[in-house]
């Protein structure tokens, strides 16, 4: 199977954090890859910007290494590689003052181009989103052509994200911000699109007729690792709903868009957002449930508990797992639950959609009916992209009427002999087209955080701690009860 890829036009892209961990374990190991597929013009350039004072040699070096690092050496052409490398620059600068700038004007300026595309990736901190953006304008960078990318998370509240929202818009317009969240790349996701709104065989089962719950999870056996002190400032509920796990709601949630232009489908995810039904005080309790790893066991090696990976002693009420009870109150959700996980240090590294549809009104299968299971879809981002439909059928032979639950398995390991883009790989290649369907909007943004804050703030207010769960379990306990005080299980659980 031979993959082929829409060219692009010339441009440059800048990455404020080049030399960071999202530059160098994602963003130019997936710009090779591209650039191997022969998607990347000649003519275009790769300015890596940080504080650190790197010259082009050193920094080639060091993206070399990053990709030999990240990339199997069989998806290595060193034609390729070396073409690759040739492309870069690094500038150091001051991102919040004045110090470099002249120089990055004079590199981007070298080669004399002033109406190509410019990508500017901040894969920095979101409190730099402001100043870079007034010094893209105050150096006169900004050209009609150019886009800038912000990275989550977009602020840690809705008055910071409508802070750094203003501030970005102020100098760029809206069509020209890219705000991304990986996920909407990922190949599985744009194979939901595709089953929903290409095939006739869901849409009329796709409501709160045929469809009993939706499971939501996306869950990470690794710990906070090196990330600790960071993530004790934003927690799980900051760090993956209010974005990842909000944005796969929507996409299953929303009505079908007249067309896959940019607003029309963001229009239909905003539309959900502002229909989930506040959960706030008097709900948090009974529909949300907090959690905090403990020390335990992941693949067979003891791990340390959150605590434990603080570089404080001080007790912490950072959640690293959250589940959430939401529901979409329309005509087609209205009474089906969505249940919302996440959690790090969780038995598996999977990031899945359940779509659980009823059972059947009555069964004509007499002692088989106790073998029967009802209808689900699943749709599995990570570790193993898949989408498999769930039917009983029959087992084959004499011997009277045998069911049994057996998949229609769409695997892509399965289908796909070549390396296709990940996630980055495509946002990326959809920025430099301008192509913004797959990226949050301001609203968007704004109306996540309008439904998730209520919930920050009732935990703040409980004064409750974060329930423990040891490492290498599914979460805690309580979250088993709640979905089963609903008569329902967790996917792992049910069978």
Not at 272 to 295: P, W
Request: proline letters at 5%; glycine letters at 6%.
């Amino acid at each position: 199977m031979s993959a082929r890829f829409i060219p692009v036009d010339p441009f440059d892209l800048i990455v404020f954090g080049g030399t960071g961990d999202l530059a160098m374990r994602k963003l130019l190991p997936g710009l090779y890859h591209r650039d191997h597929d022969n998607q990347l013009p000649p003519e275009s350039r790769i300015i890596g910007v940080s504080r650190s004072e790197t010259g082009r040699k050193a920094y080639a070096e060091a993206v070399e290494a990053a990709i030999r690092e990240h990339i199997p050496e069989s998806q290595i052409d060193e034609d390729t590689l070396n073409r690759f490398l040739r492309r870069l620059d690094h500038v150091a600068l001051d991102a919040a003052g004045a110090a470099g700038w002249k120089k990055l004007v004079a590199t981007i300026g070298r080669n004399g181009r002033t109406n190509e595309v410019r990508v500017f990736y901040l894969a920095t901190a979101p409190r730099l989103f402001g100043p870079i953006a007034r010094n893209l304008e105050a150096h006169d960078l900004i050209t009609p052509k150019s886009r800038v990318v912000l990275e989550k998370p977009i602020g840690r509240n809705l008055a910071t994200a409508r802070a750094i929202n203003d501030e970005v818009g102020a100098v760029f317009a809206e069509e020209q911000i890219f705000r991304i969240d990986h996920y909407l790349g990922k190949e599985t996701v744009q194979n939901l699109i595709a089953l929903r709104f290409a095939n006739m065989l869901f849409e009329p089962l796709w409501n709160s007729t045929y469809i009993d719950h939706v499971q939501i999870t996306v869950a990470e056996s690794l710990g906070v690792e090196g990330r600790a002190d960071y993530y004790d400032t934003s927690g799980a509920l900051r760090d993956m709903v209010q974005n990842h796990i909000l944005q796969l709601l929507c996409l299953v949630a929303m009505e079908t868009p007249r067309s896959l232009e940019a607003d029309a489908v963001r229009d239909e995810k905003l539309k959900v957002l502002r229909s989930l039904a506040r959960i706030g005080d008097e709900d948090a309790e009974h529909k949300t449930v907090r959690g905090q790893y403990r020390a335990g066991a992941v693949d067979g090696k003891a791990v340390p508990g959150y605590r434990d990976e603080l570089s404080s002693r001080e007790p912490s009420t950072t959640e690293t797992f959250a589940m959430i009870k939401a529901e979409v109150k329309n005509w087609r959700w209205a009474g089906v639950p969505f249940y919302l996980r996440t959690g790090k240090r969780m038995a598996a590294r999977q990031s899945e959609i359940i779509i659980q549809f009823r059972e059947v009104p009555h069964s004509i299968f007499g002692g088989a009916t106790r073998q029967m299971v009802p209808n689900r879809l699943e749709v599995r981002l990570q570790p193993d992209e898949a989408i498999r439909l769930f039917l009983m059928t029959k087992d084959p032979g004499p011997g009277g009427m045998r069911l049994h639950n057996e998949p229609l398995n769409l695997a892509y390991a399965d289908i796909v002999d070549v390396h296709y883009p990940d996630a980055y790989e495509r946002l990326l290649m959809e920025v430099v087209r301008g192509n913004a369907t797959l990226f949050m909007r301001k609203d968007e943004v704004e109306a996540a955080w309008e439904w998730v804050e209520p919930i920050l703030e009732a935990w703040e207010r409980s004064g409750d701690a974060p329930k423990p769960y040891n490492a290498g379990s599914w979460g805690p306990s309580a979250a088993v009860a709640l979905i089963e005080k609903d008569g329902r299980n967790w996917h792992e659980d049910a069978f």
